[in-house]
């Protein structure tokens, strides 16, 4: 049973456009919300997180919304590169122990 | 090492073998994860060291699943009598204590055929 659930599976987006990744929980436990970029072959690796006091947070061209009464929360790469072509994980954890990852979407950008 | 090394970083066995995939966490890091990520099924939790603590065994999925760490230090994840179910890459993450921050290593690919 996957307590955070990811949309959309995959995405292409072409080069400068947004990319927009949509989580939800159903765990109000939960007190943090990372996102986590992957590349093939390689581990994922901790790109951007929030916590559930703050409804935005931007970090170059990464943003993370979150609407805690919707139980939601999105990232959005915007000016998207061909570099930023990755799998991402949004993920969620209490007490920032284990952590609850979501499917993934793969994200293409066309040059 | 610079980095969480995994080994091997592929592995293919037939069904019912037993197979050992390993860990080498980064240096001083007291926190150790296994994850299984599965195509399209996000990273499942599988076990949790820290320190001398019991380990968080509550995602290995049957008996079949165990895990040790040696010295607080190198891991290994045991997998007796394989399935197919099993193939997956196995990825192992260690950290200087938050869950979040938890540096991955590049997985173990396991397939059982």
């Known amino acids: 049973q996957q307590q955070v659930k990811q949309s959309p599976q995959s995405l292409i987006v072409q080069k400068g456009g947004i990319s927009i990744i949509n989580c939800a929980y159903e765990?109000?436990?939960?007190?943090?919300f990372p996102w986590y970029q992957q590349f093939p072959g390689k581990g994922p690796a901790l790109l951007i997180a929030?916590?559930?006091?703050?409804s935005e947070k931007k970090e170059g061209r990464f943003t993370i919304s979150f609407n805690k009464s919707a139980k939601q929360f999105s990232l959005h790469i915007m000016d998207s590169q061909p570099g930023d072509s990755a799998t991402y994980f949004c993920a969620a954890t209490v007490n920032d122990y284990k952590l609850s990852f979501g499917a993934g979407t793969t994200v293409t950008v066309r040059a | 090492g610079a980095g969480v090394s995994q080994s091997p970083s592929n592995k293919v066995t037939e069904k019912g073998k037993d197979v050992e995939l390993r860990c080498d966490p980064i240096s001083g890091h007291t926190a150790l994860y296994w994850y299984r990520q599965s195509l399209g099924q996000g990273l499942e939790f599988l076990i949790y060291f820290q320190g001398n603590s019991a380990p968080d065994k509550s995602g290995l999925p049957s008996d079949r699943f165990s895990a040790e760490r040696t010295g607080g230090s190198v891991s290994t994840l045991t997998i007796q009598r394989t399935q197919q179910e099993d193939s997956a890459v196995y990825l192992c993450a260690s950290s200087p204590g938050r869950a979040v921050s938890a540096f991955f290593g590049q997985g173990t690919r396991l397939t059982v055929v």
């Open positions: 765990n109000t436990a939960f007190d943090y």
């Open positions: 929030i916590r559930p006091d703050v």
